[in-house]
């Protein structure tokens, strides 16, 4: 294990060889047909901050190895994080005990053999090394600023540094680091009427201005202040990059072949099978995954270790392509396809402020919040807007208005697309981490459907 | 021992650690496959220090003689960088001090100690059970286990040891229209998650249960599409634990109301508590509201919470009334001035609460039940009384927003009621509330026998979100004039 550089550095990982160390132990207790080692090693780190000031925080290491054993058709999964030999031990026997008590299962694959890997390329030494110092240096950024505006700032930072290896009995061997860290923050004002919202997420913390984050919020908290009613009903929508990302992540979650062929999904296509090849929004909207994405790096293997590398899965409006897990694959007589820990929307030039500028009336969203699915045949969900929702009219922001919830669907959001901003990289988790890696535009919608109006702030 | 020492050499005036052993077993089939066979153990240690008023946190899975006290040195460390911004100290509430505390959940049977094959075996027929039912397509059936050792001990001398027990079998049924245009499942939502042993299992009975849980699945499609409209609901305490946890049990957190949840889980419209506190009407007399971890077999009790305080049982809402808040050693003193007024000790309730070692502790909701009506009155009688209305069964989809004003809520079944009878099944249905509106609405509440304790596994909260797990006791209750939407759209 490598040693902490300082007393307070939270990147602390098993490297490469070590990993192949580790795994070789593991393997040389295994009797089954086949067994796969997984080791996740880590840190984490956190500060959190409320009412202007640190409230708590984190940093927590932890090392866990998976061994999946399998005889015959039957197999088992045993973790632990103690990985001295006598516990590896026992995890392996334990593994293999469960496996032999497993029945059959008609749809078990074989392990993989060797496999080539593009190299990852989501570490960065800029966010490993961030203290808790300088977490709070970044926290007073926002903090500070906030208490001089008179406003009240809550928010939170949190670093992950971690590696992954994956081995198996039939000498495949995969492993990746990868850092992500995000800063988010909710200003609010001291009379409870006012709340802004900004946020941002990278692998690499020298991407990320603290300081123009928390003006962006403070920005928002002020221009938020004493909203108005309007009726709910169906609007023109501008929705900020990060609103976007919220919603265009539960297209890709219902992207599943098997689920598709089996009708059970949006992606069922109606009397069998599933949509690859129909057209399904408009035809200006591309979604696509890609490990080496520059904005958006991921894990360059998935779980199984089957490699991972660009993948479309919508072009110009068409579905192009639906995961596939390697039995679905080969009953269908299709190339198994792993999804990945990234999405990319295509976009266009505009910015924000065009969008606004090109609008009569409409409504404007910072983000959405508590998005909860409600009708799984066309990915209908609920949730509200939340921490900025102004009126535009006549091409400018005019007043902050209440909050709204909604019962929209992102497949009829993205058929009723009127014109699409320049995609950039968003904290589109509702938790404030890290999350899936998002690059999208900001869209203006036509006809996006508020159902009901909220008193909350 | 060696943690807390480091700690105060470090200048910690207050530090507490926590060591815990977590095993989780989970065996997931489908119909007639099991899908997934994990059994996965974690191990390890956490320290969180008081130095100078500001909190720190540091944990680690490696238990060494070297490495406890560099963590509680970490944990001082950070919360030195942490004073920097600091506004306002932390002050801790006085706690009684334990010496030497032991507990364990009431569990005939450890799930450990049964075979897997037994386990895997009563998946399968139930599975089988299920998909006998003409039409039922696809089942999904699962077992959760968890055994938590967890060792507290603090700087005031507290030292306990608990064994925490959790239990949790589901099933879900998918039935397909013959023309693949529609799909409808019913999960077993009246199976709740509880802290039990693997006798909850039993008592679940799955393979009796599952041609149930299938025939409605099918009914569903065949169900009629609800007319959008305001209508009086009943509702099943399968389904009304979901919204006691969402519009109750979130907005009476405390941290929540003084702002430190705003980034993420938000604020609460109960606030401020001096202008809430004895005087807003949440609803109507009937209603009354309880905060415990104490109620037997369910998911928030224990001996001790994760700063060593013995938990009490507390009334949140009296008679209607907000009459208290969940609340930790940190927070209790925030309410001091409302305690005294009413003659109480100002203590915690003991409301803090961890996922694991390597994560902090905080305030998370103790159980939050409903109590039942003096009268005895059953769901039946529910039904009987209301003349054109909806009953509601099972927990589905559900949203609300950040201060906990409008909700939205779905649910497994719904039935249509005409002059006191159920004449049919409806579907898409979900309504919408505002809070306060929906509790006032409360007309008629069951009783001690109608009682019934829903669970929750995933309750969220804090950055990073950690899960909580809790129960919500409640009877039927009758709401009247509820907004109800039509969810069904056409792809």
Known sequence: MSTPRSLLTAARTIGREECEALAKRALSFATADETRITINSGGRGNTRFAVNQISTGGDNYDATVAVRSTFGKRSAVVNTNKLDDASLKAAVQLAERLAKLSPEDPEAMPELGPQTYVEGKGWSESTASLDPSSRANAARAITEPARAAGLISTGYLETQAGATAIANSKGLFAYNKQTALSLTTTVRTEDGTGSGWAGATSHDFSRLDPVALGERAIDKAKRSVNPVAIEPGRYTTILEPTAVGNLIQFITNAMNARNADEGRSFFSKAGGGNKIGMKVVDERITISSDPLDPEAYANTFANDGQPVSKTTWIENGVVKNLPYDRYWAQKQGKSPLPTTGTVRMSGGTASLEELIASTER???????????????????????????????ERGKITRAIKNFRFNESPIFMLNNLDALGRPVRVSASEAGGPGLAIVVPPIKVRDFNFTSLSDAV | MLALDAARSAGAQYADVRISRNRVQSISTRERRVQGLSDNETFGFGVRTLVGGAWGFAASSDLTRDEVPRIARQAAAQAKANRAALVKPVALAPAPV???????????????????????????????????????????????????????????????????????????????????????????????????????????KLVENAPRWAEEAVQKLSAKPIEVGRYDLVLHPTHLGLTIHESIAHPTELDRVYGYEANYAGTSFVSPPEQKLGKFRYGPEIMNIQGDRMQDGSLGAVGWDDEGVQPETFLIIKNGIVNDYQTTREQANWLDWWYKQQGKPTRSHGCSYAQSWADVQFQRMPNVSLLPGEQNLKWDDLIAATDRGIAIVGDGSFSIDQQRYNAQFGGQLFYEIKGGKITGMLKDVAYQMRTPDFWNAMDMIGGKDSYWLWGAFGDAKGQPSQANAVSHGCPPTRHRGINVINTGRKA
């Open chain 2, 98 to 204: 334990t010496k030497d505390g032991t507990w364990r959940s009431p569990v005939k049977t450890d799930p450990f100690d049964i075979a897997i094959e037994e386990k895997v075996a009563l998946l399968l027929a139930a599975n089988e059970a299920a998909l006998k039912v003409q039409g039922s397509r696809f089942v999904n059936s699962a077992m959760f286990f968890l055994r938590e050792e967890k060792t507290y001990a603090n700087s005031e001398g507290t030292f306990t040891v608990q064994t925490i027990y959790r239990a949790s079998p589901t099933m879900t049924v998918t039935a397909v229209s013959s023309d693949f245009s529609d799909f409808q499942s019913r999960q077993s939502t009246d199976i709740a998650p509880m802290g039990r042993g693997y006798e909850h299992v039993l008592d679940a």
């Open chain 1, 362 to 392: 409409g409504v404007l969203v910072t983000r959405f919040w508590y998005l909860r699915p409600v009708d799984p045949r066309t990915i209908l969900y609920t949730g509200l807007t939340r921490d900025g929702t102004f009126l535009i």
